[in-house]
């Protein structure tokens, strides 16, 4: 599966971004699907993950309750809505795609399909 994420950008802190990244392939369904982020100068992080038929989710704890993963398995895409934007979530936002586990893959090591990357970067 190939993976493209976009809907990063610069924003103020509080403001709000929602991510998006579009799967090639008629086997996105079948995917847990992850976001990673990568702070400047930092090693690429967990962020949030979903199953594949999204009966699961499960957050890092410096972005849950702000942060919501969720995806459309009609259009092969998997959301991040980001909310109360902080200049700490500024990173590279990066999606992928990883096989069915319990409980939901936090580790890089995990996931098996990457997207190239979108910068969010939160100032004043």
């Known amino acids: 599966v190939q993976l493209q994420a976009s809907g990063g950008g610069s924003v103020q802190p509080w403001d709000s971004l929602r991510l998006s990244c579009a799967a090639s392939?008629?086997?996105?369904?079948?995917?847990?699907m992850g976001w990673f982020r990568q702070p400047p100068g930092k090693e690429r992080e967990f962020a949030a993950a979903i199953s594949w038929l999204a009966a699961n989710t499960y957050y890092a704890d410096s972005v849950r309750g702000r942060f919501t993963i969720s995806r459309d398995n009609a259009k092969n895409t998997v959301y991040l809505q980001m909310n109360s934007l902080e200049p700490e979530d500024t990173a590279v936002y990066y999606c992928?795609?990883?096989?069915?586990?319990?409980?939901?893959?936090?580790?890089?090591?995990?996931?098996?399909?990457w997207g190239q990357g979108t910068q969010v970067t939160v100032s004043s």
């Open positions: 392939g008629r086997s996105f369904s079948s995917y847990d």
């Open positions: 992928a795609a990883g096989s069915n586990r319990f409980p939901l893959a936090m580790s890089r090591g995990d996931y098996d399909y």
